[in-house]
T-cell receptor
C-alpha cells in the first residue's frame, strides 16, 4: 500500500461548482498534513495546512480524519484559476527528521 | 519572498555523461531537498541536507550524489547519466529541520539520450 494515496482524476467541474478531494495515508503516527497546489509545468506551492479541528481559507476547507486516516480538501464556487493539480503531503517523524511524503496529486480542471 | 533558483530549466545530456544540477536559496534555510517528479509516481525524494556538509539519503538515492559546501547551495550530481534518469528535478528548501513548509525551485527538465 502506498504511504499516501490520491485519486489522480481528472476532476472536470463547471465554474461555480463545489468539488472535494480525499487523500488517504497509511502511517497512523503521521503528525502534520498539507495541501500543495501545482500548476501545469510549475513548481508545487503550499496551499494550506490541515489542522485537526479543520480549517478554512476563503473558498477552501481542509479537514483531517485521524480515525480513518484521510484528509480532504473542499473547494467551493470553483474558478477557472483553480485548475491545477492538488498534492496531499503528510509529515511523519522518522529517526529525528520530518519525513515528508507527497501524494501523486489530483488533477482539477474547471470548465467555463 | 523566499527564492529558490535552479541552474537550468532544460538540460539534454548523453548517456554516461556526468551531470550537475545546482540549487540556490536566498533565505538562510537549514534544510534543502532534491526530488524527481515523474508522471504517475509523483514527487520522490532523492537526497536531503539539514546542514552544510551533511546529507541524508531519501527514498531513491541510487545513481545520484549530492554536495552541500555552502548553506545556500545544494548540488545534485548524476555520476553517469542513464536514460531512466530522464525526469523533472525539483529542489526545495525549508526553514528548520522540522521545517514544514517547503519552497520549491522552478525545476530542471533533464533529458538523457
Amino acid at each position: 500500500r502506498k504511504e499516501v494515496e490520491q485519486d489522480p482524476g481528472p476532476f472536470n467541474v463547471p465554474e461555480g461548482a463545489t468539488v472535494a478531494f480525499n487523500c488517504t495515508y497509511s502511517n497512523s503516527a503521521s503528525q502534520s498534513f498539507f495541501w500543495y497546489r501545482q500548476d501545469c509545468r510549475k513548481e508545487p506551492k503550499l496551499l494550506m495546512s490541515v489542522y485537526s479541528s479543520g480549517n478554512e481559507d476563503g473558498r477552501f476547507t481542509a479537514q483531517l480524519n485521524r480515525a480513518s486516516q484521510y484528509i480532504s480538501l473542499l473547494i467551493r464556487d470553483s474558478k477557472l484559476s483553480d485548475s491545477a493539480t492538488y498534492l496531499c503531503v503528510v509529515n511523519s517523524n522518522s529517526g529525528g527528521y520530518q519525513k515528508v511524503t507527497f501524494g501523486t496529486g489530483t488533477k482539477l480542471q474547471v470548465i467555463p | 519572498d523566499v527564492k529558490v533558483t535552479q541552474s537550468s530549466r532544460y538540460l539534454v545530456k548523453r548517456t554516461g555523461e556526468k551531470v550537475f544540477l545546482e540549487c540556490v536559496q536566498d533565505m538562510d534555510h537549514e534544510n534543502m531537498f532534491w526530488y524527481r517528479q515523474d508522471p504517475g509516481l509523483g514527487l520522490r525524494l532523492i537526497y536531503f541536507s539539514y546542514d552544510v556538509k551533511m546529507k541524508e539519503k531519501g527514498d531513491i538515492p541510487e545513481g545520484y550524489s549530492v554536495s552541500r559546501e555552502k548553506k545556500e547551495r545544494f548540488s545534485l550530481i548524476l555520476e553517469s547519466a542513464s536514460t531512466n534518469q530522464t525526469s523533472m528535478y525539483l529542489c526545495a528548501s525549508s526553514l528548520t529541520r522540522t521545517g514544514l513548509e517547503q519552497y520549491f525551485g522552478p525545476g530542471t527538465r533533464l533529458t538523457v539520450t
